[in-house]
């Protein structure tokens, strides 16, 4: 999982409330992503952030915020608006991807968030 | 829009023998390809990619993969299986006008001893 940290590992959420799931990497890579995993559907982009103070929504942002205020870290929350929150949450960092190549993804261990 | 399909959900081999995970994709512009594996409640780690040059790319635990243009298709191969490589794979693609990843459905490997 290389230098990617996501804690906690297991987080319960009882309905209403907002909560923070953090990731922090130490690879000094610019770019930040956060993906959301539901079985047999793969995994889908929530929010991505290429440099400070700025991130984008992805495919499913609706019900979830973040933000960049330091390279190294890039926290997710997952509010009371999204109507189905359970699932696994993926962090990952690459760099910067410049014209003409791609890099790849660094992923860490991951956040198994249930609602009771 | 880009896309990328993974047509088998489980891929049953015997250990020894080779195994092959199917992907083919679809991008508007020139593709680039990624392998990743995913054990049980981790992340995903990476295993190659395809940016350009050699349609045969090799990548970590003796996995390779071969980019196919005409048959739109980066199939995931290893010339004989281990019970350790049991696990879900994904493949991913993007292109040269996005950002972005996106990835397969994922296939379930079972390698049986």
């Known amino acids: 999982d290389g230098g990617i940290t996501q804690s906690p590992k297991y987080l319960f959420r009882k309905e209403g409330q907002n909560v923070t799931l953090s990731c922090e990497q130490n690879?000094?890579?610019?770019?930040m992503y956060w993906y959301r995993q539901d079985p047999g559907q793969g995994l889908r982009l929530i929010y991505y952030?290429?440099?400070?103070?700025?991130?984008q929504k992805g495919d499913i942002a609706e019900g979830y915020s973040v933000s960049r205020e330091k390279k190294e870290s890039f926290p997710l929350t997952v509010t009371s608006a999204q109507k189905n929150p359970t699932a696994f949450y993926l962090c990952?960092?690459?760099?910067?991807?410049?014209?003409?190549?791609?890099?790849?993804?660094?992923f860490g261990p991951g956040t198994r968030l249930t609602v009771l | 829009a880009q896309s990328v399909a993974q047509p088998e959900d489980q891929v049953n081999v015997a250990e020894g023998n080779p195994l092959t995970v199917k992907c083919t994709y679809s991008?508007?512009?020139?593709?680039?390809l990624f392998w990743y594996v995913q054990y049980p409640n981790r992340g995903l780690q990476f295993l190659l990619k395809y940016i350009t040059g050699d349609n045969l790319v090799k990548g970590s635990y003796g996995f390779e993969a071969e980019f196919n243009k005409s048959q739109t298709s980066f199939h995931l191969k290893k010339p004989s299986a281990l019970v350790s490589d049991s696990a879900l794979y994904f493949c991913?693609?993007?292109?040269?006008?996005?950002?972005?990843?996106?990835f397969g459905t994922g296939t379930r490997l079972q390698v049986f001893p």
């Open positions: 991913a693609v993007s292109a040269t006008n996005t950002d972005k990843l996106i």
């Open positions: 990952a960092s690459s760099l910067l991807q410049t014209g003409g190549f791609y890099n790849e993804q660094f």
């Open positions: 690879l000094n890579h610019d770019a």
């Open positions: 952030s290429q440099i400070v103070n700025d991130f």
């Open positions: 991008v508007s512009g020139n593709p680039y």
